[in-house]
């Protein structure tokens, strides 16, 4: 069975940056990626609301 992505050799003088292989990596995984990116993103703003509720300022008469 043949790769569908068959890895492309990189010149051996060229360091690819981290940038360039995270998107590899992430075209490479793709629903998964998107998985995980959607989790951290609902639990940084989860931990914002958390924050923000429990630092809400306590006025008199409510």
């Known amino acids: 069975m043949t ?8 010149p051996s003088g ?6 360039k292989l995270a998107m590899r990596n992430m075209v ?5 990626s998107l998985l995980h990116f959607g989790l951290t993103a609902a639990g940084f703003i989860g ?7 429990l630092g809400r300022p306590q006025l008199p008469g409510s």
Request: glycine share 4%; hydrophobic share 35%.
């Open 14 to 19: 060229e360091n690819p940056s981290f940038t």
């Open 47 to 53: 931990l914002i609301v958390l924050v923000a509720w």
């Open 28 to 32: 490479r995984k793709g629903r998964l």
């Open 3 to 10: 790769d569908p992505n068959p890895q492309t050799p990189q």
